[in-house]
Nanobody, 118 residues
Framework: QVQLVESGGGLVQPGGSLRLSCSIN????????MAWFRQAPGKQRELVAA???????NNADSVRGRFTISRDKTRNTAYMQMSSLKPEDTAVYYC????????????WGPGTQVTVSS
């Protein structure tokens, strides 16, 4: 059973930084494309950043230049470094893993709260 374990959320002031981590348990990290989504209250879940198994990345326009997604195959972990945080970045952030050959094998983490407030 594949499980995603997230960490790194919290409360931060505007302009601050946080790093989110997402580890895969029970699966081969090297065959999963990874992504971070977020969902703010009253809004739909949206893609924030994605990284494929070849480390090619894609960021939403709203976070480009501020957020950086990466992956470390030695630690079975994907990261998202978030800088210059804004109040509108406040949301629950979810990690997603999709198997490169079997996209129906898609897994979600439980979510981690990020709150940007002074």
């Amino acid at each position: 059973q594949v499980q995603l374990v997230e960490s790194g959320g919290g409360l931060v002031q505007p302009g601050g930084s946080l790093r989110l981590s997402c580890s895969i348990n029970g699966g081969n990290f090297r065959v999963y494309n990874m992504a971070w989504f977020r969902q703010a209250p009253g809004k739909q879940r949206e893609l924030v950043a994605a990284i494929d198994v070849g480390a090619s990345t894609n960021n939403a326009d709203s976070v480009r230049g501020r957020f950086t997604i990466s992956r470390d195959k030695t630690r079975n972990t994907a990261y998202m470094q978030m800088s210059s945080l804004k109040p509108e970045d406040t949301a629950v952030y979810y990690c997603n893993a999709v198997h490169i050959l079997r996209p129906e094998y898609s897994y979600w983490g439980p979510g981690t709260q990020v709150t940007v407030s002074s």
